[in-house]
């Protein structure tokens, strides 16, 4: 739940990325772009067989990799090299030119995304059980943004059981059915794909806007809402076939336009959760009975860049990113009811709860500061803070683990991963997975026995633990493992796990 981790770079760096360079002529650039580039990306940038080329899409991808993609191709995809047809000079150009905003910037309306929808394969031919002896519920579904492909891995035997190739830049975290059998995918440039875990086949796929930030699905398994950058709106669609039900205008109050910054379902209230990013209001949208969709908006004290739920999912916790703390708001009165000590920028939606003496409490990392926030989640106070080796950004846990595993993903210590121990709130072990190399987003299996460490790397790999003797159990070569989501814990929105 909540911004991921390059969605984090982002914030902090797309501010130089996308400022406009009036003063330079590109229009001999785009006649390259013109010449090699529109068949893929589009015309207008938008993409097509290739993903949009517009600073709102390219806003995690830091402007020397796209000058090395544009260089030397990308692996396992259609991007060919360029060294030997431009020139570095053109290739710098090019690069400024993607960065810098367009004069008329294109639009996505529901034409467009009716127009896009495919379905991949006939439903009516799908196996209703598994055609595999794995078990459903400890299925991983792994995300390599180095590739732009999804492994999905069996739990027991930590081996592949298909491959396949993904849409640009998955973004969010994939979501799932009820069941366990359907994952969700939304790509950076707007795809929303569903994929079948029974089968191991596509089933449809659409285009919801040009720069989508991440998606829900339904309690109920009946819908699946979108949250776009741009345009800034929700895109809603039937879970079955992808098809859309409405687009819905994102307006403040006040009248604002506002971008939306993440879309949660809230399961025992049966509707979607949605923080806006320009204007001081969250929306709640029932999806109970026959939904019409109308929001009820809950006016914040501040911007809501990031929240998690407490685990009833009575009580927002939020932040924003310029504050210096945190608000909690009571979800059935809609009003803010105190405020929480927070420094620096912590990350709420990667936080995490459990029980410590009997009581709940939530950990939450930070992206500014090295060290992570535990508050009681009935007095709201701040319990401690805990020194970490850097700015940290996932958290993850299990019930029937003694340790909350949190990394050091931003900073010249990425390589440590603390194991913090929930009764003492001491760091109780520090691991090293690959030293030199980023170590990052831990998920357990679904009985909580063993776990899955990223090192986020091109020549990176997944890494299983023995949950309770910590000793590696296996290592999969793997190129950039950005997450990896465990069927049952998700669906079962299980302790430690972010929603």
């Not at 984090?8 to 090699?36: C, P, R, W």
């Not at 009997?358 to 508050?375: D, H, M, R, Y």
């Amino acid at each position: 739940m909540g911004l991921k981790p390059l969605a984090a770079l982002t914030l902090l760096g797309m501010a130089s990325a996308a400022v406009a360079t009036d003063n330079i002529d590109f229009s001999a650039t785009q006649k390259l772009y013109e010449e090699h580039c529109t068949v893929c990306h589009g015309a207008q940038r938008i993409g097509g067989a290739g993903p949009a080329l517009l600073p709102e899409s390219l806003g995690r991808i830091k402007k020397p990799e796209a000058n090395k993609a544009i260089s030397e191709g990308r692996p396992a995809s259609q991007m060919a090299a360029y060294k030997d047809i431009l020139s570095p000079a053109q290739i710098d150009s090019m690069v400024e030119y993607l960065y810098t905003p367009i004069e008329n910037p294109p639009t996505w309306d529901d034409a467009d995304t009716r127009a896009s929808h495919r379905m991949l394969v006939d439903a009516s031919t799908l196996s209703e059980t598994p055609l595999h002896q794995a078990d459903p519920l400890n299925l991983f579904v792994v995300v390599e943004a180095g590739t732009h492909h999804v492994t999905i891995l069996d739990g027991d035997k930590f081996e592949p059981l298909t491959r396949f190739q993904s849409h640009f830049a998955l973004h969010g975290g994939p979501k799932f059915s009820p069941d366990g059998r359907f994952v969700y995918f939304a790509s950076r440039d707007g795809w929303v794909t569903k994929y079948d875990l029974y089968n191991f086949t596509m089933v449809a796929e659409t285009r919801v806007g040009l720069n989508t930030r991440n998606l829900a699905v339904s309690n109920d398994g009946r819908w699946v809402l979108a949250g776009n950058y741009l345009p800034g709106n929700l895109v809603l669609l039937n879970a079955d076939d992808l098809t859309l039900v409405k687009s819905i205008p994102v307006i403040g109050e006040d009248g604002t336009a506002s971008r939306v910054s993440a879309v949660y379902t809230a399961p025992p209230r049966d509707s979607f959760i949605v923080a806006l990013k320009d204007t001081k209001e969250a929306w709640e949208l029932s999806y109970a009975g026959t939904p019409d969709f109308t929001p009820r908006r809950i006016i914040a004290q501040d911007f809501l860049d990031d929240f998690s739920f407490t685990p009833d999912y009575r009580y927002l916790l939020a932040t924003s990113r310029k504050a210096h703390g945190g608000q909690v708001i009571d979800l059935d009165t809609g009003k803010s009811i105190t405020d929480i000590p927070l420094p620096g920028m912590p990350h709420l939606g990667s936080g995490i709860y459990w029980k410590r003496n009997g009581e709940w409490v939530f950990a939450t990392p930070n992206i500014s500061k090295g060290l992570i926030s535990v508050l009681d989640l009935k007095t709201w106070k701040l319990i401690k803070e805990i020194p970490t080796e850097g700015p940290g950004f996932f958290m993850r846990s299990h019930i029937n683990s003694k340790y909350a595993w949190t990394d050091v993903f931003f900073g010249s210590n990425q390589e440590a991963v603390h194991l913090i121990d929930k009764q003492t709130l001491e760091i109780a072990h520090t691991l090293r997975p690959m030293p030199g190399k980023n170590a990052a987003h831990v998920e357990f299996t679904n009985d909580g026995s063993h776990l899955i460490l990223s090192v986020w790397d091109t020549e990176g790999a997944l890494i299983v633990y023995d949950a309770k003797t910590l000793k590696e159990v296996k290592r999969i070569p793997m190129n950039k493992p950005s997450g990896k989501y465990n069927v049952g814990n998700k669906i079962e929105f299980a302790e430690g796990t972010s929603h």
